[in-house]
T-cell receptor, first 112, second 112 residues
């Protein structure tokens, strides 16, 4: 299995600012995934982060808004830029190991 | 484009009763997951189903997969209050890939 540590667990941010979320996994993995869960909604994939290359973004998500870093095989960051109240969500990182998909504990972001 | 649909979206039931949550998906996939999410928490992995006819059971929960019908079920037997949560199914979007497409979630409330 994989243990994923995500930081911060929650934050309240002012609109117009940026927040960087960190995700550390205890195993080396090729791909890490970032998901967003808006209030009362399901999970939507933001992007896939591969080590050594640019992240691949899903439709509706752009690098300028959600820049991602992937400096090594155990770590990734997601930045939520120029935040607005619509960005208030839970952000989760995920990794796949063998046939399992593991999730971090999530970052609950509130933008005021 | 892969779509995953769950029903029902909301389910209120009494302790001791049985019920089934359905998960339909629109294109061929080789992996289906069931997760549980408690309010304010991350996802807890319940089952990974890898092949047609797969059936897995854990306690009062049993999951099955019919790849020909593109249908998975999560059956709850003799429900207890502790099973109150939101349940998500998720499907691997592209064969060999690892990113997940989630259903809308089923919010299950079990009343004493």
């Amino acid at each position: 299995s994989a243990v994923i540590s995500q930081k911060p667990s929650r934050d309240i941010c002012q609109r117009g600012t940026s927040l960087t979320i960190q995700c550390q996994v205890d195993s080396q993995v090729t791909m890490m995934f970032w998901y967003r869960q808006q209030p009362g909604q399901s999970l939507t994939l933001i992007a896939t982060a591969n080590q050594g290359s640019e992240a691949t973004y899903e439709s509706g998500f752009v690098i300028d808004k959600f820049p991602i870093s992937r400096p090594n095989l155990t770590f990734s960051t997601l930045t939520v830029s120029n935040m607005s109240p619509e960005d208030s969500s839970i952000y989760l990182c995920s990794v796949a190991l063998n046939t399992e998909a593991f999730f971090g504990q999530g970052t609950r972001l509130t933008v005021v | 484009e892969l779509k995953v649909e769950q029903n029902p979206l909301f389910l209120s039931m009494q302790e001791g009763k049985n019920y089934t949550i359905y998960c339909n998906y629109s294109t061929t996939s080789d992996r289906l997951y069931w997760y549980r999410q408690d309010p304010g928490k991350s996802l807890e992995s319940l089952f990974v189903l890898l092949s047609n006819g797969a059936v897995k059971q854990e306690g009062r929960l049993m999951a099955s997969l019919d790849t020909k019908a593109r249908l998975s079920t999560l059956h709850i037997t003799a429900a207890v209050h502790d099973l109150s949560a939101t349940y998500f199914c998720a499907v691997v979007g592209i064969q060999g890939a690892q990113k997940l497409v989630f259903g809308q979630g089923t919010r299950l409330t079990i009343n004493p």
